[in-house]
């Protein structure tokens, strides 16, 4: 239960958020009942609803009690269906939120409708509560003009250009209350129920149909049923299910299913310092943060998934030539992704500059090879048969279409495996041989190798095995620092990185073996406080700090695990699972001083690793430590039924 007397602040905690959203878009919905972000179109579209990053010029649609509360929240089951109950002294009432969302049409998806919707349903549960309804849209991230037109008894409509919101609320009468804002009153007794909707038609003229809340209780049924269907269709039955699960289902959520491409987070600019000019807008498919939440995916059933965006994959691939492929795309698989800033936001909490776009897109990153390579082995690896065998299950073999794409990412980590890059956390001080852009290209090489043995591809083996043992050597004598005990963030470096971690998961040595257990210590020694893992303290081109990074601390619990300190692994895995939110849900970083949330939210990467973190403990209870390297697909493809759904 939290007591709130929410308005006395600015902005409200990241971690006062929840998420919903229809496998297009998503919403951030407060703890006071607040939409404070929405982008109507699709992820990557231009927000309606932006006050997160401005608390005075953003656009919201707030639904809360007009008197002090109190409230409690949760998904309804297994579901993204979120329900926050509110309590009074005169009453207590109910609301759900969610946007309605119907199953994939095809293979790959296909849009659900003309329009997107958000609907809210209000219940009384006991007595009578009086609640508030604000209504403030602000198109284009509050840079378009808006027009509001009230509908009597019926609701409003906002115009910018060619941009249409329309509210539906039959039971409240709106009224002007400030510049670009309706508000209405509703009193809700118990046994009443009331829906409101959003609706942002796809075409503006949409907006003259009538305003009402069609079929709501059809949709919330179908919305239920189609979240609890997925959910059934998770395989893993291991401790911590209940997380794991509800992971997996933040993972889907940030599915775009028009296209089967993911986005990394369904926000911008949400700082990884208060006050800070670390602010990205992560609303695109990476390739990296696409192929780690797929693995994810897989390692719990969901198999539709992975075929969805590899199909995404292989579009992109055909639509430009290979040497020419991107680290991260639009979720259409558009190229252009220019970062700019909004100088008019004032940015979460002051932490400017709020960007659009990012920069990032032209960067030269290495490890997307191996990150593809990884998923598609796990992939294909279930079922597949002896080494030189050719009876591979059709379904489980990778088609001619797959196996040119998958080739062509393996011929490019041989080529450019010694480059120089800009790494896995994308800095911005300039290309270096970062050790774990060196690591996915052996892993791109010896999953490719795999591959091609598995299921009798035709591939230069013998070429590609001695550039993998190539990369080995080097990674063993030039990435490994003696005098410091540690492997190091780049080749000729003494600088520490939690990527390091990565080691044994992937396969390339044991966690047993002693050059890893040493950099384990390192890292715990020096980057790590009570389990918070940072991903690095070296100068990295960019002034100010970061809070620690999930991702990097549940890749801890892996290493910790994989060579044999499971009790130690089960305690830190219990620590971070602890520092969700209410709902479940984590952002992308910590402060380690306070626990509060930093960086973009909900983040694929720290719900994907949570997932991966579970799955290793339970193998690692089972088999004991790791004395020789293993795949995750060696690790964690036995135990993985094969689902007809993702």
Known sequence: ???????????????????????????????DGSLDWYCPSRFDGPAVFCRLLDAARGGYCRLAPTDRYTSARHYQGPTNVLQTTFATASGQVRVTDFMPVQGAAGARGADIGPARRVLRLVEGLAGSVDLTLTFKPTFDFARAATTLAVVAERGAVARAADSVLTLACPSVTLAPAAAGTLQGQLRVRAGARHWLALTSPADASDAAAPLDVGDADAALAATLDYWQRWAARCTYAGPYRAAVLRSALTLKLLTYEASGAIVAAPTTSL??????????????????DSSLILFALLAVGYEASAADFFAWLERVYLAADSASLQIMYTIDGGRSLP??????????????????????????????????????????????????????????????????????????????WQDRDQGIWETRGGPQPFLYSKLMCWVALDRGVRLAQEHS???????????????????????????????????????LDASALAIPRVGFLPATDPRVRSTVA?????????????????????????????????????????GGQVDEARALFERLAGYANDVGLFSEEIDPRNGAFLGNFPQGFTHLALVNA?????????????????????????????????
């Open 339 to 416: 970062e700019v800033t909004l100088p008019h936001l004032a940015g979460y909490r002051d932490s400017r500059p709020v960007r659009v776009g990012n920069a990032a897109a032209q960067q030269r990153q290495l490890d997307i090879y191996g990150e593809v390579l990884a998923t598609a082995y796990l992939r294909y690896r279930a079922q597949a048969p002896a080494v030189g065998a050719s009876d591979a299950p059709a379904a489980r073999r990778p088609s001619t279409a797959v196996w040119t794409l998958l080739r062509g990412l393996v011929e490019q980590a041989a080529a450019r």
């Open 457 to 495: 591809l035709d591939a230069p083996l013998d070429r590609w095995c001695a550039t993998r043992d190539a990369i080995r050597t080097a990674i063993e004598t030039r990435g490994y620092d003696a005098k410091l005990g540690a492997f190091t963030q780049a080749f000729g470096s003494q600088a």
């Open 522 to 562: 390192r890292i715990r020694a020096t980057l790590t406080h009570d389990g918070l893992v940072r991903r690095y303290t070296a100068p990295d081109g960019l002034p100010g700090g970061e809070g620690a990074f999930l991702l990097c601390s549940f890749w801890l619990v892996d290493a910790l695990a994989l």
């Open 614 to 646: 579970a799955a290793h403990l339970a193998h690692a209870a089972r088999h004991g430590p790791e004395q020789a390297p293993r795949t995750e697909a060696e690790r964690l493809g036995p135990t993985r039924q094969a689902a007809s759904g993702g």
């Open 271 to 288: 700082p990884e310092e208060i006050g800070g000019v670390r602010n990205w807008d992560y609303r695109y498919t990476w390739l990296r």
């Open 1 to 31: 239960m939290v007591d709130t007397a929410q308005a006395a602040a600015s902005y409200a905690p990241i971690a006062d958020y929840a998420v919903i959203g229809d496998c297009h878009t998503a919403a951030l919905v407060s703890r």
